[in-house]
C-alpha cells in the first residue's frame, strides 16, 4: 500500500464512485460525493489469493478462472467456497470494479511497473522528438 | 536552433541527473534534518502564524535565521549546475527571446522530473522539503545577462524557475500525460499496462491535488493569497485529462480485445470523476476559476464527446464552458424533449459544472441549463419518481449564480447571445414544470422547494 504523505490538515478525501448506483439518474459515475473508505471486508488482495490468481490479472483470465473452479466445484455442493469467489471475481474481473476499490479508498492502485522519476526521465526524451 | 539547444539541455540535465540528485540530498547531511522531516507534513514552519503556532509545542524552532551554510552552498551548487548546463549547450548565443522560451521549456521539463522525485525513500521529503528546510522560498539569484536583461533562478516550495523578471513567478510543470505513450504501443499486453499505469497517475495527480490543496488552505489561513497556485495547479492537471481523454477516445476504437476495452472504460470512468473533483473549489467554495481552466473543461468536454457522442451530460458540460466564454446556447440541445430515455447517456451530474460557472453567463443560459439537467433527471427516472435529492440540486443549481465570492481578479460576466425563439424556451420551462408537478412525491420540505422552482420558471415563461 503506498503511503499518503503527511499533510498539516485532513485531507479531504471526497470521491464520486467509478459506478452509477441503480436508482441514480446519472449512468456511468456516482452522483453523491462520499468520504473516502477502504472497503476491508472485501479487498483487490484478499479477493486474489480466495481465487488464486494475481491482483492484476487480465479480465479474461479472471473469467476463466472462475468459470473452472465453477465446473470443478459445483456451487450446490461447495456453496461457502463460492460464497467468497463469487464476489472476489466481480471485484477483480471488471477493470472498474478493481479500480473504483482504489479510488474510493482514496488509495493509489499498486500496479506495476509505474512511473517514476527514473522512468520519467528516460521518457523526457521522447517527449522533445 | 531553439529547439536543438533546448533538448541539448534537457539530455544534459539527464545525463547529470546524479549529481543534480546530491544537490537535492544535500540537506539529508544536516544533523537536524532527521528531526525536520519526521514532522513535516508540506507547510513552511517559518512562517509563523497563529494557525500554525502551536506547532512549536513539537520542539520544532521557528526563529527566522537569514541564510545558513548549508542553504548558501545549495544555491551555489544549483547555480554552477544550471550555469554549467547552459554554457555547454550554448544557450547564450541566441537573442534573449528565445533564451527566454527555451528556459520556460525546461522549467516545464525540470519540475516534471521533480514532481515524481523524493528521497531517502520518503514521500515526505520532496523538493518542497528542502526549500522549507533551508529556508529558500521565493529564494532568486542572477545567473547571467543578456543585453541588460538579467536571467535568475528562482526557487519556491511548487519548483524550480527561470526568469527575468517575475518577483511572484510560480513555477511552472509539463503535464505529466506527456511522458505516457499509449500511441506507439502494438501489443496487447503493453497498452493494458500503460492504461493501468495512467489509472495510477490519475490517482496521484488527485493524491497532489488534495495535498497541495490541503496546503494551500493553510496558507488562506494565514492571510496569504493562494488562488493564483492553485488554479496553475487545476491547469496543470486538467491538461493531463485532456489527454488522456483524448486518447481513450481515438485508441479505445482500435481494439477489439475485452480486456482492452474494459480497461478503458475504467480509465474513463476514472478521469470523469477526477476532473469532477478538480470542480470542487468552484462548484462548492464558490471561487471563480480563470479562462484557461474553462477553455481546458471545453476541451476535455469535445474530447469525451468523441468517445461518447450521444452522452446528454458531457453536451450540457459543453454548453456550460461555451456559455462561459460568452457563446450562443446551441439549439440542438433541445433535441432531448423528443427523444426516448435510451437514445441518449446521462453518464454523470451536470450539475458541478453548472454550478461552477454560473456566475460567468447570462440568467437565461443559466436557466435553460438548469432546467435541462432538471428535465434530464426526470427523463432518465421515469415512470418512477425522482428521488428529492436530485430536487435539491435543481434548486441549489439555480441559486449558485449569485453565490460566487470574487477574489479581484479579471473575471468576465458575459450578457450571452440567446438565439432560441420565446416558444423553445417556453417549452423547456413547462416541460420542467410539467415533470415538478406529477414526477415527484409531494412529501414535506419538497412542497416548498417545488414551488420555488414553479415560481422561478414560471416568472420568465413570457421572456424572449
Known sequence: ?129 | MSDLILKKITRLFKERWSSFEEILLLPSHDKDFHLFLNSYCGVDLAASSPAISHLSSRGLTLSSRGLTAGSTKFTQLLKNHFESLFAESQLLTLESTEIEKILFEFEKNINLILYYWFGLDDKNYQFRTCIHFLKLSQFQVELFQKKSVAFCLFLSANGIGFTSHDKQHIPNTRPSSKLYQLKILASESDVISEIRCVQREICLLIEEWEYLNSIYAIEFRSGKNPFAKRNQLAIWILESFCDFQKWISELNKQHDSQDVKSEYEALAALVLSATQKILLPASISRICYPQDVIVLLEKFAKNRLEYMPHDYSTKLMLQATQSAQGSDFASQLLDILNLKPHEWKLSFDPNNIIKSFSWSYSSKHHLLLCALTGICYFKKTAPKKLDPFFLSEISYSVQSKDSFAFDGGNHKIHDNPCSLSCEQTQIIFSTLIDYLENNLNYIEGVQEQIEFLKQIFKVRKGDS
Open chain 1, 1 to 129: 500500500m503506498i503511503q499518503r504523505r503527511k499533510a498539516f490538515v485532513e485531507i479531504k478525501l471526497l470521491r464520486l464512485g467509478l459506478i452509477a448506483k441503480p436508482n441514480s439518474p446519472c449512468e456511468e459515475i456516482d452522483d453523491h460525493w462520499l468520504h473516502a473508505q477502504p472497503a476491508l471486508n472485501l479487498s483487490p488482495e484478499k479477493a486474489a489469493a480466495s481465487l488464486a490468481v494475481d491482483v492484476w490479472s487480465y479480465q479474461s483470465t479472471i473469467k476463466k478462472r472462475y468459470q473452472t473452479l465453477q465446473v470443478r466445484y459445483p456451487s450446490d455442493q461447495f456453496m461457502e467456497k463460492h460464497i467468497e469467489w463469487g464476489p472476489a471475481a466481480e471485484l477483480l474481473g471488471n477493470p472498474i470494479m478493481r479500480l473504483n476499490w482504489y479510488w474510493q479508498s482514496g488509495l493509489i492502485p499498486d500496479f506495476k511497473p509505474s512511473m517514476d522519476c527514473t522512468t520519467a526521465l528516460a521518457r523526457l526524451d521522447s517527449y522533445l522528438e
